[in-house]
């Protein structure tokens, strides 16, 4: 649609010709169905053609068009730490639209973060009630104590969020939250292996930071991802030898033995809750000698293994990793508490751990 095309409309409709002007908005909606204003100006002309009920449909779905925009602002409220505006940009949308997910999840999000959970998990309630095959809202009830605890975050909660998430990842991590995790990591191997690796994965790579982080120390690098639009934003890096689409596991497994120098996994692991299994399979993919090199937030005593905390976030206790990875074969195990980033002005309490396989 051009905008000629809505100010025709405009002119048809002032000028009394509300069956063309009907005609041609209707059109305009085909094309461009997220048009606030094509839709308010549609809902007019059908009722002066005689046509009320339709025009109570086209009412509504130009609320529900407002309310996503809305929503979306009150998103980039959240995302900068505004939860106060965020809020009422939210509060907003349902009323213009009942039904807007968007808002009753962010609204959830505010509501737990503000330790509200009764009024976080009817937001929660209320999204799974207006969409039941999302798994998100399902995935945070049970965050918020109620139902059994799942091992990981769903896989398509974790795609529906990143591929989300992608475009603003970058700043919204380095400029607002503060986050190491790819400089820690980096760091870690630069110390550990100052002569550099060789083939290399990553884990949960992202947009691709950690890779940025370690080129010139590492080979080729295996890059894994679940999210589509993550990947792409790696892709653009031109970094990574390969980008592969899949759950870590999955990823792993299809790996041969001993075929890496170093696997890196930064602020991935708080989307996974028991890591037994993936560390079987990166004590595996291990050659002799190489090292897996890991962030995690800090359980701080609150549990011996993990925990799924409130926030939808895994939390692991560090006596629970080193006996996981004694388990699967690495012969030691260092750590040393760091800061992986700030959530509202306060720091995340942190691990960063590295697993060597022995030569
Ligand atoms: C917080 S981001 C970190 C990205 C990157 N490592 C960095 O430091 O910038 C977590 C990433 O892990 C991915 N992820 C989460 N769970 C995953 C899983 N089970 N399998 C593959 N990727 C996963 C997400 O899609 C997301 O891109």
């Not at 996503?68 to 939860?83: C, K, N, Q, R």
């Not at 993550?230 to 990574?240: V, W």
């Not at 692991?269 to 090199?293: D, K, M, Q």
Request: proline residues 5%.
């Amino acid at each position: 649609m051009t905008p000629d095309e809505f100010f025709k409309a405009q002119r048809l409709h002032r000028d009394g010709d509300f069956a063309a002007a009907v005609s041609l908005l209707q059109d305009i909606l085909e094309h461009t169905p997220n048009h606030v204003a094509a839709w308010r100006l549609y809902a007019g002309a059908l009722r002066e053609v005689g046509r009320p009920d339709d025009a109570v449909d086209a009412d509504t779905k130009g609320n529900a068009v407002e309310a996503d925009h809305t929503a979306d602002v009150g998103a980039s409220l959240l995302f900068h730490g505004d939860l106060k505006r965020g809020r009422a940009f939210f509060e907003r949308a349902i009323v213009l639209d009942p039904d807007c997910i968007t808002a009753h999840w962010l609204l959830g999000d505010i509501e737990g973060r503000e330790g509200r959970d009764a009024l976080a998990l009817a937001h929660y309630r209320r999204c799974l009630e207006i969409d039941p095959t999302r798994t998100g809202p399902a995935y945070m009830i049970a965050a918020l104590g109620e139902g059994p605890v799942p091992e990981h975050a769903p896989s398509t909660y974790v795609i529906d969020f990143f591929d989300w998430y992608a475009e603003d990842f970058d700043e919204h991590l380095t400029e607002n939250l503060r986050y190491t995790g790819p400089l820690q990591v980096a760091g870690t191997l630069r110390v550990t292996r100052p002569d550099g690796v060789g083939p290399t994965i990553d884990l949960g790579c992202g947009t691709g930071m950690a890779g940025m982080a370690v080129q010139g120390q590492v080979g080729p690098i295996i890059g894994v991802d679940l999210s589509t639009e993550m990947l792409s934003k790696a892709e653009a890096r031109g970094i990574y030898a390969q980008l592969i689409e899949d759950d870590l596991l999955s990823a792993m497994q299809a790996q041969p033995g001993a075929s890496a120098d170093a696997i890196l996994a930064a602020d991935v692991f708080v989307y996974i809750g028991e890591l037994a299994p993936l560390f079987g399979e990166c004590r595996r993919v291990l050659a002799p000698g190489g090292i897996f090199i890991a962030t995690f937030e800090d359980a701080l005593a609150t549990t011996e293994t993990w925990k799924l905390e409130h926030s939808g976030r895994y939390t692991h206790a560090l006596a629970y990793l080193e006996k996981i990875a004694a388990d699967a074969g690495f012969s030691s195990t260092e750590s040393s508490p760091i800061v992986l980033r700030q959530e509202y002005d306060q720091p995340v309490q942190s691990l960063l751990v590295s697993f060597e396989r022995a030569a």
